[in-house]
């Protein structure tokens, strides 16, 4: 857009501090890919962003059908945000069960977009609409442009040498065009986008191009949007910022672990939502000495992990709950030898298959008790995409440190969802890493140090300690197998104080707010946002409220007791039906209260706070 | 096709060791009489012969009577879980392919509980060699059918006989394109450590199936053509190169009647040159699966190596893919790695 066009419509633009737009569509309309480039767009111009992608299962799922619809929610805003928004300012529907499935979210006044060439009788049957939703007169509460997106873009595309379903599929990229327009942001990164993409097909690139700019030229154009809206650059922390999700940060955060560990990363994984990207991103990274696997299945991958790092290289593997539930026994095997391993697991809507696409933090129980025996190991859960980074490399610190097994709790929402991320130094990473033993002299198997309780790590090739290690309980010290009752209890006693030590090395569970009051609202994982949103809210309503957010689930920071024990009342939302509040009030005899949704989709701000309200009302929450 | 034979890597270490450096201080805990006991002797008997360092070889086990002997060797050794040994060895040699890796499993290890393993490492070539101790009973667990346990077989958790077909190790080995694939007996001393030493210098994924007998559950399982007085009637001793002709007067071999093998009397219309000739180093498994299927009482049951080709190890082409990703971008570099892609600075406010 030219200066000058400003200036024409500088009348019309209203500064926003913060818009919240959902684009939905069918699964092969692209709008993962729309939502995708509008962040991006959004991140690079400086605003602070949170997204919350939401797809089926199906890849393709029948055209038009209520469950192929695909939604990509994302908001952007000039100041600080921790949440995608509760609900949509604007709700882009490219066909009827869009529209269906996603009308409901959209507050009255609230703007909808739709794609009127999308809404044929055929499509409305499948939708399963009997009466004409854009004439019926039941969009009446909101804010209604019917743009005939599919044939605006067929005319912008005309004289290409493409099908007609090909010309079809860049639609999303015209809507994409008009939404720029609209926020005012600039197409470049988009363009730019496109001809890496697209730049050998040039065909394909320049229908891309003209949809996108179409779009834009649209809305430039049309008289029906009164209004541009402009949300001005976030104030965000100094420093230099990319666009990440957690699944990206996760695996930057494994390359970096091994950087600073000194150590080859090997990364066992077979493929399973929503975890498979690391892999993909961990595949591409082989000239940083990362040695991807994909094995037979979640057995082998973690089996493999385990034998990577005996071999004295860093070996871990990632899976979500059906796989983590394969992986047990191999889980087990790790805390049995005392070997370093790194198991993530990116929890998903269960039991069984559950909802594979559909995000739930329900994996906190399986993998601190889902092994046989007492089999313990540290749990660390980051609370945002951008902390993905920050944990991955924890994970790794005290596997390494402690030799142990470590769990890495991500989920869906983390996993797809994207914010703002502030790229740390090299040289601000922590220090993590561990030396081989090698000194015959002093070795013996499970000997241990005294302050960690690590047991030594000295790989094959070593000359003079070649020893033998697996599954049957091990003598003290020297390794051997025993079936001593004594030495039984002395092993397990070692292998849970080892582990429950690490409270010692831990940062101190932190409040935000006042440090005691009414009521402390406790969550774990990527509940973060929509708690810290909500408890800002109470707080500046002038209500006792504060949050704190534990990141290690295993052990509990050290000053978690003393913290609980500040407020009247503990209030915890988890997307479960109360794994951390059994852990919480069996561990401290706490009087916990939980807030329990399992929807496949993240806590509203507002869900929170009202169990807040009721609870400081002396309410019991259903 | 390159030689199989002669692949051994240059021995790292020219320090002559013997069989007792091999022998580690833990007593062995095998029921007197048992099989294993001639496995382990031989075992410990060629790794000298290998040229590696003993620190260098490791020993990875499942769970079963097998699953035990890493305790008995003095290398580096890992018993693990079962079925699962092929996934450990399989990261091992990933991440350190200059270590020589052994794979000791059973029939229930190896077949049931772990065949998928064993599929996928014998296909990717892993460069390990798996040793199967083949008793056809579960003996750890005292006494139920195994997955080569004969039809009808009558055991603990079989009391009206098995209704299970058994699978023919070496026919699945094959099927599952291992390089090298081969056979021998507990009691063969000799022929097992050929064997072994055959395997110890064989580059790829190995399959030794080890005809042994648990004398507690399944005394005997191989009597009928391993004993002494029938061996040379009722085994073909294959060597490469060779006609196939077996027997203690050598008057007998197999010939190929269409396309099955068939046993036929030499002397009269019947010379050599009619008989099939080993190859073991042949592109084309057909020959190798043909002797995989060959039994007692119809055949004799042969042993040694069926099969023995070259193909890229999987620790190689992973290595061969790190170094081209590093020739091609230049060793990583984390500082760069993470503030790529698009980035902005916000300024002190």
Redesign the interface.
Known sequence: MTTEAVRQTEDRVQELERVTIRFAGDSGDGMQLTGTQFT?TS????NDISTLPDYPAEIRAPAGSLPGVSGFQLSFSSSEIHTPGDEPDVLVAMNPAALKTNLGDLPAGGALIVNQDAFTQQNLNKAGYTSHPLTDGSLKPYNVFEIPISTLNARALEGLEMTNKQVDLTKNFFALGIMFWLYERSMD?TLRWIEDKFGAKPVLAEANRRALKAGYAFGETTEIFHTRYVVP???????????ITGNEATA?GF??AS?LAGR?L?Y?SYPITPASDILHQLSG?????V?T?Q???E???????????????M?MTASSGPGICLKS??MG?AVM?ELPLVVVDVQRAGPSTGMPTKTEQADLLQVLFGRNSDSPMPVVAPATPAECFTYAVEAWRIALKYMTPVVYLSDAFLATGAEPWR????ADLPTIGVENHTDKATFWPYARDPDTLARPWA??????????????EKADVTG??SYDPDNHHRMQTLRAAKVAGIANDIPDLQVHGPSEGELLVLGWGSTYGAIRSAVERLQADGRSVSHAHLRHLNPFPRNTEEVLRSFHRVLIPEINLGQLLLLIRGRFLIDAVGLDKVRGKPFRITEIEDAAIRVLAGERIP | MTDATATLPSPPTSTKLTRKDFVSDQEVRWCPGCGDYSILAQTQKVMPDFGYPKENIVFISGIGCSGRLPYYMNTYGFHTIHGRAPTLATGLKAARPDLMVWVITGDGDALSIGGNHVLHSMRRNVDIRMVMFNNRIYGLTKGQASPTSELGKRTKSTPAGTIDHPVMPLSFALAAEATMVARSVDTHTDHLQATLERAGRHKGSAFIEVLQNCNIFNDGAWRDFTDREVREDRTLVLRHGEPMIFGKDRDKGIRLSGMRPEVVQLGGDIKEEDLLVHDEQAEDPTLAYLLSRMWWPDFPVPVGVLRAVQRPTHDELLQGQIDDAVRRDGKGDLGELLFAGETWTANEA
């Open positions: 991006r991140a690079v111009f400086g990164p650059p976030a104030h965000l922390a100094p420093g230099t910022y990319r666009n930057l390359v970096a950087h080859d090997f066992g990274y082989k000239n940083f000495g040695r696997f094995a037979e299945d057995i082998a991958a973690v089996g493999a992990a385990i034998g990577a790092s005996y071999g004295g290289a070996g026994e191999a095997l030898v790229v740390p130094e090299v790989v094959p090739g070593t000359p003079g300690l070649e020893h033998r290690i697996g599954g049957l051997n197998v």
